[in-house]
């Protein structure tokens, strides 16, 4: 079944301009539901679905984290990994800023402020991921290979917490 047409959104312009092949998902956004709501919306495993989180660094420097939607981010962690003293996620109006989208609506694809972005190692392993399309409610599903079309990134291995 082909799933219905998306928005326009500054993310699905910049994968049509590289040719990433990805498909729109569309479904009805609940506040606060988070990636909960989105794949059983959309009938796919929790796990699938990688949220797009803003996060800054003890300089106040943004930056972008990719991970499964049924996980956290040990922001402990995710700082040693990446040589930083601190990270801990933006207020939302500091999200907004520096991605140009709402969040519950935030896409790793065509933000407004280019930030270094940090992908849990294990995305990398799945046939398809759903990523947010640039708007609350809409994601985009993708081959997890496309990513490097996109943008450059690191991997890292965080300590996952359930």
Do not use: W
Request: net charge positive.
């Amino acid at each position: 079944m082909k799933s219905p047409k998306g928005p326009s959104t500054p993310a699905t312009q910049v994968l049509k301009k590289l040719g990433v092949e990805f498909t729109d998902h569309l479904y009805c956004y609940e506040e606060h539901g988070g990636t909960r709501v989105s794949s059983s919306a959309l009938g796919v495993d929790e796990h699938a679905v990688v949220k797009t989180l803003i996060m800054e660094n003890e300089l106040k420097k943004p930056l972008i984290v990719l991970m499964h939607g049924d996980r956290k981010v040990s922001t402990k962690e995710l700082a040693r990994q990446i040589g930083c003293k601190k990270v801990e996620p933006c207020k939302p109006e500091t999200a907004n800023k520096h991605s140009g989208y709402l969040v519950g609506g935030t896409s790793p694809f065509g933000t407004k402020t280019n930030m270094p972005m940090y992908v849990e190692r294990s995305i990398l392993d799945l046939d398809r991921i759903y990523v947010n399309g640039g708007r609350r409610g809409y994601l985009v599903g993708m081959d997890p290979k496309e990513l490097q079309k996109v943008c450059s990134y690191s991997e890292v291995e965080t300590a996952l917490l359930i």
